[in-house]
């Protein structure tokens, strides 16, 4: 089970630690464009002058119709939370006296609800304008202000733009040269320029984590408890101590001297405690060699006799 945790939180900081590189990578350009202002005017531009993710502010006056609506879903496990409807509007750029711009059409794709509010208030201002262009009209709602980059027109977009704009007159191709070669998608600036300093902070989220965790462990190891007796509690349970008169010298491993050398009776020597056998000095050995049938006043014991008359051998 904590394997599984553990492989689960390795992929969440894999996980983080990639999005917050991508978020850097992608919005690093419109930043920096941002806080040094470097956007495109609308009005100063012409028909053919937009350049593909160039940022352009402005304000809109005449807006004809919303001509289709992209409808995105927002997902939880796979399930549908919730909806959003963004329209592209069409409209249109007249004929700008100061810099002797002719006027064009330009699909605008809203994502703001404001925006779309806004948008949706110049229609019927902008049909009327539209009927009685040979008149001056003022009109009551104020121009749209735009914040947005510029996109390729997806292909089902330019359709309903081109069957919006059929008259039965003119040809696709010359419908599509009254329109921009490029449409604008609404970009909030605001949020835009803090997009990279967000992106390090997811970054740095698993990198800090993984040195927490680290030095966690690390504290953990050497902070723990190390129990060591202090003196033997058995007699039998500690090293050999070398006896007096030994040479020190290291001995060959299986040699019978060696024990005899170097310990004493009960493990310990008798300034340390060592037991005495019969008021005398412990024996050089652990175990007597004369209890095994060795020299000395030993005597070997003899069994019981057993009878064994009544057994059919």
Same mark, same amino acid.
């Given at each position: 089970?904590? @394997?599984? /945790?553990? %492989?689960? !939180? %390795?992929v969440l900081k894999i996980v983080l630690l990639v999005a917050g590189i991508a978020m850097i990578a992608m919005s690093m350009g419109d930043a920096v464009k941002i806080w040094k202002k470097d956007f495109g005017k609308l009005y100063d531009k012409g028909i053919n &002058?937009? @350049? &593909?993710? &160039? !940022?352009?502010t402005g304000k809109v006056e005449y807006v004809l119709? $919303? /001509?289709a609506t992209l409808e995105s879903s927002q997902t939880v496990y796979g399930i549908p939370v919730s909806k959003k409807m963004t329209p592209y509007y069409l409209c249109l750029i007249p004929y700008n006296e100061k810099t002797d711009k002719e006027g064009y059409y330009l699909i605008v794709h809203a994502t703001n609800k404001d925006t779309i509010n806004a948008m949706d208030s110049l229609v019927i201002s902008t049909a009327f304008a539209l009927e009685h262009s040979d008149q001056e009209v003022q009109s009551n709602k104020k121009p749209v202000s735009l914040e947005a980059k510029t996109r390729t027109i997806p292909d089902e977009v330019m359709d309903y733009a081109l069957e919006y704009m059929r008259d039965g007159e003119s040809s696709d191709a010359e419908i599509k040269s009254y329109i921009a070669d490029m449409m604008l998608e609404e970009k909030d600036y605001g949020s835009a320029k803090w997009e990279p300093l967000l992106g390090l902070v997811i970054t740095l989220i698993p990198i800090v984590w993984f040195i927490i965790s680290k030095k966690r462990t690390r504290s953990f190891k050497n902070s723990r408890t190390h129990y060591v007796n202090q003196g033997p509690s058995? !007699?039998?349970?500690? $090293? $050999?101590?070398?006896r007096e008169g030994a040479s020190g010298q290291p001995m060959r491993r299986y040699s019978p001297d060696a024990y005899n050398a170097h310990t004493y009776a009960g493990g310990i020597s008798p300034e340390q405690g060592g037991v005495q056998q019969n008021g005398q000095q412990p024996a050089g050995r652990r175990y007597d060699p004369s209890a095994y049938g060795g020299g000395g006043d030993y005597q070997p014991g003899e069994m019981d006799s057993i009878d064994t008359s009544n057994l059919k051998l």
């Open positions: 089970m904590r @394997n599984a /945790i553990g %492989a689960r !939180l %390795a &002058e937009f @350049n &593909e993710d &160039e !940022l352009v119709d $919303p /001509i058995d !007699l039998y349970n500690t $090293p $050999p101590v070398p």
